[in-house]
């Protein structure tokens, strides 16, 4: 008996050393295995993600974040219901990324669409979501894929917000630039209005015009002045007309220039002038400028003046 158990000793060690390796080995894998488990068990019941598992198609189960989102019985869904048979996934067109996940053991991402389970089994709360699918690699029978849903409901409604917003502002900004326009169109007209009634040009007599002057004589009026009296020259076939200073404060060197210009320019069109209403202050600050008008009938009122033009024509007394 002593050889027998002298022979069986080293393969019994060595059996055992084999065994010790094998146990090393499966606790190893063991432990790299309970890592991606735990995690998954983590991300399962973390409350925040919602997880749906697929087999073979068929939704087989689902998280508690699951259920919140979708409001659904989980037992009217697992096993009937087919995310490849479904027909807003369809109606999408996202049905091929589906079948690639299933398929080919492709991992994807569905764009963002409102989903609504009422459609689906009459009940449910329709929720904006983006998904992904991640198919359980080597899982062939049942096969396995796992769908992460993302609510993004309350992004899409500050978009939908901000989307009202932009169109409530656009709107206000069409409306506000309207009104704008119509009350530039307004100023515009009544800008038309004071040019038109700071240069009035007035038919007192037949042949006769009368210019009224009122306030300070600049460049610009008086080119409006010269070019109304001008055009009401050649329309009435005037012969005289009377330019009324009196309300004008003050006539410095650079208006009496325009006034001498106008006079000028009338009488190349056959009109002669006369000028009313000069102050005693305006008549000394002309001669000491040396801008005197010889040949320029004055009078200190637009009555002595009319009158004295009345006078000279034919039947007057």
Not at 40 to 60: E, K, M, P, W
Not at 102 to 111: K, M, Q
Not at 280 to 305: I, K, W
Request: charged share 25%; proline share 5%; net charge negative.
């Amino acid at each position: 008996m002593a050889p027998t158990e002298s022979t069986g000793a080293p393969h019994e060690a060595q059996t055992n050393e084999e065994l010790r390796r094998e146990n090393e080995e499966l606790r190893r894998r063991i432990a790299e295995l309970e890592g991606p488990a735990r995690r998954f068990q983590a991300l399962y019941d973390g409350g925040v993600v919602s997880v749906q598992i697929y087999r073979d198609g068929y939704s087989a189960e689902g998280n508690a974040c699951w259920d919140r989102l979708w409001g659904l019985r989980p037992e009217e869904i697992h096993g009937k219901y087919s995310l490849l048979e479904d027909a807003q996934v369809a109606a999408g067109g996202f049905l091929p990324a589906v079948e690639r996940a299933f398929r080919d053991e492709e991992a994807t991402r569905l764009p963002t669409i409102r989903y609504d389970p009422v459609a689906l089994i009459g009940y449910g709360a329709a929720r904006w979501v983006a998904s992904a699918l991640i198919p359980v690699k080597g899982s062939v029978s049942p096969r396995e894929v796992i769908q992460l849903h993302f609510d993004v409901g309350e992004l899409m409604h500050s978009e939908e917000e901000l989307r009202a917003q932009k169109q409530q502002l656009e709107a206000a900004v069409v409306e506000r630039t309207a009104e704008l326009a119509e009350q530039l169109r307004i100023s515009e007209e009544q800008q038309r209005a004071i040019t038109a009634l700071s240069t009035p040009v007035l038919r007192v007599w037949s042949g006769i015009l009368a210019v009224p002057l009122i306030g300070h004589i600049d460049p610009d009026r008086a080119a409006r002045v010269l070019d109304v009296l001008l055009q009401s020259i050649v329309a009435t076939s005037a012969e005289h007309v009377i330019i009324d200073v009196t309300g004008v404060p003050q006539i410095d060197a650079p208006a009496a220039r325009h006034l001498r210009d106008t006079v000028r320019a009338a009488a190349l069109l056959g009109a002669q002038c006369m000028i009313v209403g000069i102050s005693g202050h305006t008549a000394r600050m002309l001669v000491e400028c040396g801008l005197d008008f010889e040949g320029v009938p004055t009078f200190g009122t637009l009555q002595e003046g009319l009158r004295r033009l009345l006078s000279r024509r034919p039947g007057a007394e």
